[in-house]
């Protein structure tokens, strides 16, 4: 008896959640990842009042499949990540989850956005990856080659399986790869300068970001000299099985490989 069924509700859910975290009561609440625009003025009076509340939202993207365009996040994740004062966080893995979830529970003085997806992901393998411990910086490199990247692949969520897919096959061809997890931006931005650019430097400009939702935004990791490239969503989704939807947009392992061979050879400025 310790849930609410709050029916199709969002805004008023977010509201008497915030109430909950008003009262010193550690409030949490769920819905689809969309239902955020219900939501929003009450996210944003929690962002605002710097509320400890932990905002579960789940099917984020077009993978949500045969519920359509209608249900399919696109602008969500962008628009959260303009807003102040909040974390949005968009885990890769089971681990990364646990990780980040012992951060939330601390927290005292910012509302947390925790975005999870509806598709199967896999579990990385932490004997032959980076510890998941890293995500708490925002960013980090889950794997990396010898010596300085050729090209680093930069995904959150459950993009950072095609990341890590491509990273095998480009390191087989001999294409020195980095891939760097970017659970959370905001905390990726308040870590030092020396730390953020140990894991994105600026002497690698071929970079390929891998996210199932708007490429606004993504550009400050990006570049946009030329030599980076998004693989987002730049139109709402479409109605198909989820993994075909993702096939459809560009969202496979194989689209990856092909991006990163189309940017390292064109010359660097």
């Keep these: 008896a310790r849930n609410i069924h709050y029916g199709v509700r969002e ?6 959640t915030n109430g909950l975290a008003l009262s010193k009561l550690k409030g949490y609440c769920s819905s689809f990842f969309i239902f955020t625009d ?50 949005i966080i968009r885990p890769a893995d089971a681990n990364e989850v646990s990780v980040l979830w ?34 708490l910086r925002g960013a980090y490199i889950l794997s990396d080659c010898e010596g300085i990247p050729e090209v680093i692949l930069i995904g959150s969520g459950s993009e950072v399986q095609l ?5 095998e096959i480009l390191m087989k061809e001999g294409i020195r790869t980095r891939v760097v997890s970017m659970p959370c931006w905001s905390l990726f931005e308040r870590q030092d300068p020396a730390y953020r650019e140990s894991v994105l430097p600026k002497e690698v400009k071929a970079r390929v970001g891998v996210e199932a939702g708007s490429v606004l935004g993504w550009e400050r990791y990006i570049g946009n000299s030329g030599e980076g490239r998004m693989i987002g969503m ?11 939807a993702m096939e459809a947009f560009g969202f496979t392992i194989e689209n990856v490989v092909k991006t990163v061979k189309e940017i390292i050879s064109k010359p660097v400025k």
């Design 234 to 244: 730049t139109t709402f989704g479409t109605s198909a099985p989820g993994k075909i």
């Design 38 to 87: 219900y939501a929003r003025p009450s996210i944003r009076l929690a962002a605002l009042m710097k509320l400890p509340v932990v905002l579960i939202f789940t099917h984020d993207s077009i993978g949500v499949g045969e519920d359509g365009p209608t249900h399919q996040s696109i602008e969500q994740l962008a628009s959260l990540r303009a807003m102040p004062d909040i974390d």
């Design 102 to 135: 012992k951060y939330i529970m601390k927290l005292k003085d910012r509302p947390v956005v925790l975005v999870l997806t509806r598709q199967d992901v896999p579990v990385f393998d932490r004997t032959k990856t980076s510890s998941a411990e890293d995500a």
């Design 163 to 167: 990341c890590m897919g491509a990273s």
């Design 11 to 16: 805004h008023a859910m977010v509201a008497i």
